[in-house]
T-cell receptor, first 114, second 111 residues
């Protein structure tokens, strides 16, 4: 079974630009969560999608948005990039989000904002 | 402030030594998970604990969930260089399905 894939793996942008990151979950998984990982803040929850609906949202500004397609693939978008958006963006898929379901993480997209 | 605080933040030990990593919170969690993350990769789940006081063993790794389900610990016996990585705890609170991650413990095992 193929794992979670994220594209692109690396991205360099400049302040003010926007970026779209993509995540393909494990086949059969309907829940996709996005996280931002930085050395200072650790892993911070962005949002979670299930069956094309956003079910949970973390404490991030509206510049961060996402969506999920009918095949469970998900994208996240960051508009008007700031230097502080430089981070590793991780996507995790699971059958459903609950206390007992394992989350499988992708390798992440390393975003650098100059 | 983070909901889950891990200690220590950094740990560098010699091969063969034992170590314990702590994950603490003032909140109650319905479950806690431990992950290990290696450079350039996403976190990989090691274990899930769901019952207060529960102890789980995975080879040289022992995980414990606190009786009040507010804290957890990870103990590694006879550490090996392959144990090197970032260890993360993550919990789901009783009130929702969102995962909250700990601050992380970076472990280096020196051969």
């Amino acid at each position: 079974k193929a794992g979670v894939t994220q594209t692109p793996r690396y991205l360099i942008k400049t302040r003010g630009q926007q970026v779209t990151l993509s995540c393909s979950p494990i086949s059969g998984h309907r829940s996709v969560s996005w996280y931002q990982q930085t050395p200072g803040q650790g892993l911070q929850f962005l949002f979670e999608y299930f069956s094309e609906t956003q079910r949970n949202k973390g404490n991030f500004p509206g510049r961060f948005s996402g969506r999920q397609f009918s095949n469970s693939r998900s994208e996240m978008n960051v508009s008007t990039l700031e230097l502080g958006d430089s981070a590793l963006y991780l996507c995790a898929s699971s059958l459903d989000v609950s206390s007992y379901n394992e989350q499988f993480f992708g390798p992440g997209t390393r975003l650098t904002v100059l | 402030t983070q909901l889950l605080e891990q200690s220590p933040q950094f740990l560098s030990i010699q091969e063969g030594e034992n170590l314990t990593v702590y994950c603490n919170s003032s909140s109650v969690f319905s479950s806690l998970q431990w992950y290990r993350q290696e450079p350039g990769e996403g976190p990989v789940l090691l274990v899930t604990v769901v019952t207060g006081g529960e102890v789980k063993k995975l080879k040289r790794l022992t995980f414990q969930f606190g009786d009040a389900r507010k804290d957890s610990s990870l103990h590694i016996t006879a550490a090996q260089p392959g144990d090197t990585g970032l260890y993360l705890c993550a919990g789901v609170r009783n009130t929702g399905n969102q995962f909250y991650f700990g601050t992380g413990t970076s472990l280096t095992v020196i051969p």
